[in-house]
């Protein structure tokens, strides 16, 4: 069974810089693609970031250029690194997997969820 646990959240304040992780178990980590998705408070899911097997990485709007998305394949963790973070980026992120054929840019098209790390951004 796949468990995705995250960390590396917390309250940081306008401009500063977080780096969050996501620990991987239960399949071949290396041979499939992870995302980052996140929830304001009042608002649904949404998606942020992608990588795929290979390194190919997608973002969403509006975080490209501010957040980077990353994996260590050897340590079955992905990391997503939010830098110049505003108040709107505040929410709890999600790490998600989902099968080789999955729809990564949906909250649907994902199979396995982490409990989430809260990220609050104060002015």
């Known amino acids: 069974q796949v468990q995705l646990v995250e960390s590396g959240g917390g309250l940081v304040q306008n401009g500063d810089s977080l780096r969050l992780s996501c620990a991987a178990s239960?399949?071949?980590?290396?041979?499939?693609?992870m995302g980052w998705f996140r929830q304001a408070p009042g608002k649904e899911r949404e998606f942020v970031a992608a990588?795929?097997?290979?390194?190919?990485?997608y973002y969403a709007n509006s975080v490209k250029g501010r957040f980077t998305i990353s994996r260590d394949n050897a340590k079955n963790t992905m990391y997503l690194q939010m830098d110049s973070l505003k108040p709107e980026d505040t929410g709890v992120y999600y790490c998600?997997?989902?099968?080789?054929?999955?729809?990564?840019?949906?909250?649907?098209?994902?199979?396995?969820w982490g409990k989430g790390t809260l990220v609050t951004v104060s002015l």
């Open positions: 998600a997997t989902g099968g080789r054929n999955s729809d990564y840019f949906q909250v649907g098209g994902m199979d396995f």
């Open positions: 239960g399949r071949t980590f290396s041979t499939y693609a």
């Open positions: 990588i795929g097997v290979y390194g190919r990485e």
